[in-house]
């Protein structure tokens, strides 16, 4: 996410700058600001929520009221007062009771459960894979009910007219099966899976792996597609309560097609036994980012249509579900359980265990979750205090902190606390500093916090009189230890270049052309072209030196900056040039300066937002700079040699012009053109009534003789 007078917070904080009595300049104190929901999603959140206006409130505490042994849960369903869970890598179909009991149904042949159904008689389909086949568990009976050619079973849903609904993979196929065991193909797809289905009155919606299609199939087993969305995976649906419906389109880089696709390719190149179990391996880890679109989108249809609603740039979404009155949206890497309110996104809580698959109505929702397997319920812990912990704040150097500022509502003061740790590493260690005990107020003093660079800061909400208490903004003031400026880069420019304003237009000004030689007896004047985006364009004029340099400070404030010079071998003594400069370079005439070798120094300080007591100041001293505005001299003529020489700098070019004509360059007699004495070979042309030779030294100092007249 570099700007002068701002510091970058990562994706979710920005430096505000606090103004000061000249706005222009750097300031001193800066602000950690949070006050929208993108401000608090990288924190930890611990039975509070965060809603779509950025407001932390309280939130119901999640219990961990079944933990499951097997490794993963991918599906499940609800059964009578209970639910049924899908697991792998040992296919185990699992029940778990209201009580917190967990009884296993039956364990299939195929290692992973990635489909399951129940009618209301209590009859539960199991879809297995690999080698995907359909069961049925009714009581104490288990029963073979379809075995398509097929490898992967990825939805189960019952028709409305009567037949059993089987969505499979890789042949991405839609099976219609009656209960007499008879099937028929009810609609095959040029994508790569159908990953979910939803009944309605008169047909079912089909998500799909490939394109991300939602899909409408009748009876007759006509299909209209309804949605075509970014993401590579339609993932879950569920009805809204009102007679339409949701559905989550997903990145394909970290669902369970993709995880179970790669675990097949890689048992097939490594040639497994044919007797053995495939294993599908299912720990996901966070997937990169996917360019262009959110890794997740929420769509709503109704009768009016398919609209996107929300999206989700990190998260994967595992499941959706309609409880009391409101979509709730369950996550993974990080188990985050978001819900849907007056069209925006609340964060309702964050489980420690890493993908949400199965989200249920309950006295409130019920999660059943993998990575850990477990299934979690609302406690009735309702006046206990919930926790935010914010993510870890780069004040960018070492800093003071001043105080903490927060908005919100709470009857009683004591219902809002806060905490702040400090330290110098980027991840809170053993060297960072405790946290200060808690503090309330709205405003509150940060002396007792030591000074860091890096800070972090904890709320502690809990209920408060009369009403519940919440927190929709919280500021951290601080201001940066004031650290020397650095002077990365100090030279000079070549002789005569100039630099001016990339809109330079000098109009009437007579103005020179940015290099002074070029072919022809005659220069022309041109103008020169910045050409490269740049705020500034070099000119040429005779005569003049420009200094350039690079400096930064660590703070980010304005610098100003001062030059002086002396003379080499001409004693100790510092003369000023200018004493406020606010550009990195500096232009003059160097024609007041008598020819010679100078020193040039410059200062860069940071006093226009510390002031002259606070200030600090970086020195560069340039390196040995000529100041040559005399040409070079004609030494000796001699027949056709020539010798010409300079007191200062190395000559760099000879050239002849005969009778007005072009100019010829001359090598001197040695082959290189590189002292301040040379000797050149130049003939005079029989009867030539003008011959004209131009000397120009590496400082860009001419001078043209008449050779006819010198050897005369």
């Given at each position: 996410m570099k700007r002068r007078a701002s510091v970058c917070i990562g994706l979710a904080f920005t430096a505000m700058l606090v103004a000061g009595?000249?706005?222009?300049?750097a300031t001193q104190v800066r602000f950690f600001l949070q006050q929208t929901r993108k401000d608090l999603l990288d924190g930890e959140l611990d039975g509070l929520a965060i809603d779509a206006d950025g407001v932390l409130r309280r939130a119901p505490h999640f219990d961990r009221f079944a933990q499951i042994d097997e490794p993963f849960v991918f599906t499940a369903a609800t059964a009578g007062d209970g639910w049924v869970l899908g697991t792998g890598n040992s296919g185990q179909v699992l029940r778990v009771a209201v009580d917190g009991s967990v009884t296993s149904l039956w364990t299939a042949p195929e290692p992973e459960i990635f489909a399951l159904w129940t009618d209301p008689d209590g009859t539960v389909f199991v879809g297995s894979s690999p080698d995907g086949k359909v069961y049925s568990i009714r009581g104490e009976e288990v029963a073979e009910v379809f075995d398509p050619e097929d490898s992967y079973i990825w939805a189960i849903a019952r028709a409305p007219w009567g037949d059993l609904l089987v969505g499979t993979g890789d042949s991405a196929r839609l099976y219609s099966v009656s209960d007499s065991g008879d099937h028929r193909i009810l609609f095959e797809s040029d994508e790569i899976h159908i990953r979910s289905l939803l009944p309605l009155s008169d047909a079912v919606l089909l998500g799909t792996v490939g394109a991300g299609l939602v899909q409408r199939v009748d009876a007759s087993g006509t299909v209209r597609t309804l949605?075509?969305?970014?993401?590579?995976?339609?993932?879950?649906?569920?009805?809204?309560g009102e007679g339409g419906w949701y559905a989550a389109a997903v990145?394909?880089?970290?669902?369970?097609?993709?995880?179970?696709?790669?675990?097949?390719?890689?048992e097939s190149s490594e040639g497994a036994d044919e007797g053995s179990d495939a294993s599908v391996s299912v720990e996901i880890t966070t997937p990169a980012e996917q360019s262009g679109d959110a890794r997740s989108a929420i769509l709503h249809g109704t009768t009016s249509g398919v609209r996107r609603v929300a999206s989700l740039a990190r998260e994967t979404v595992y499941s959706l579900g309609w409880v009391d009155g409101r979509l709730w949206i369950g996550t993974g890497v990080e188990g985050k359980l978001y819900s849907l309110v007056d069209g925006g996104l609340a964060l309702e809580a964050a489980l420690d265990d890493r993908q949400l698959v199965g989200i249920f109505q309950g006295r409130g929702p019920v999660l059943a979750t993998t990575n850990?397997?477990?299934?979690?319920?609302?406690?009735?812990?309702?006046?206990?205090?919930?926790?935010?912990?914010?993510?870890?704040?780069?004040?960018?150097?070492?800093?003071?902190?001043?105080?903490?500022?927060?908005?919100?509502?709470?009857?009683?003061?004591?219902?809002?606390?806060?905490?702040?740790?400090?330290?110098?590493?980027?991840?809170?260690d053993a060297t960072w500093n405790d946290w200060t005990d808690p503090m309330t107020g709205r405003e509150i003093d940060l002396e007792s916090l030591a000074p860091g660079r890096y800070v972090q800061w904890r709320l502690d909400l809990g209920a408060a009189a009369g009403s519940e208490a919440n927190v929709s903004s919280v500021s951290v003031s601080y201001r940066q230890n004031n650290g020397e400026p650095r002077i990365s880069a100090f030279k000079?420019?070549?002789?005569g270049q100039v630099l001016v304003p990339s809109t330079f237009n000098p109009g009437d000004q007579v103005y020179e052309p940015a290099h002074p030689n070029r072919q022809g007896i005659f220069t022309r004047l041109e103008p020169s072209s910045s050409g490269n985006g740049s705020r500034f364009k070099t000119l040429w004029r005779r005569g003049f030196l420009t200094l350039r340099w690079e400096a930064e400070d660590p703070n980010e404030d304005t610098l100003a900056y001062a030059l002086s010079f002396r003379r080499e071998g001409g004693g100790?003594?510092?003369?000023?040039?200018?004493?406020?400069?606010?550009?990195?370079?500096?232009?003059?005439?160097?024609?007041?300066?008598?020819?010679?070798?100078?020193?040039?120094?410059?200062?860069?300080?940071?006093?226009?937002?510390?002031?002259?007591?606070?200030?600090?100041?970086?020195?560069?001293?340039?390196?040995?700079?000529?100041?040559d505005n005399s040409p070079p001299a004609l030494d000796s003529v001699s027949g056709s040699q020539v010798v010409v020489a300079d007191a200062l700098s190395p000559i760099r070019s000879v050239e002849v012009s005969v009778d007005a004509g072009e100019w010829e360059p001359v090598q001197p007699v040695d082959g290189l053109t590189d002292g301040q004495r040379e000797v050149f070979a130049v003939e005079s042309p029989q009867g030539a009534g003008l011959v004209l030779l131009r000397v120009m030294d590496s400082a860009f100092n001419t001078v043209t003789y008449d050779l006819l007249e010198e050897q005369r």
């Open positions: 009595v000249e706005t222009a300049r949605f075509d969305a970014e993401q590579s995976e339609v993932s879950a649906f569920t009805r809204d990145a394909l880089e970290a669902s369970f097609t993709q995880q179970a696709r790669e675990s097949r390719e890689s850990a397997a477990a299934m979690h319920r609302t406690g009735s812990d309702g006046d206990a205090t919930g926790r935010y912990v914010s993510r870890v704040l780069d004040a960018g150097s070492l800093a003071r902190f001043g105080s903490l500022r927060w908005r919100g509502t709470s009857a009683a003061e004591e219902a809002v606390r806060f905490a702040l740790r400090s330290g110098l590493s980027a991840e809170p000079a420019m070549d002789p100790d003594t510092w003369l000023p040039i200018d004493a406020d400069l606010d550009e990195a370079h500096y232009g003059f005439d160097s024609t007041v300066l008598p020819d010679g070798v100078y020193r040039f120094r410059l200062e860069a300080s940071d006093r226009p937002g510390n002031g002259i007591e606070t200030a600090l100041t970086a020195e560069r001293l340039s390196e040995p700079i000529v100041v």
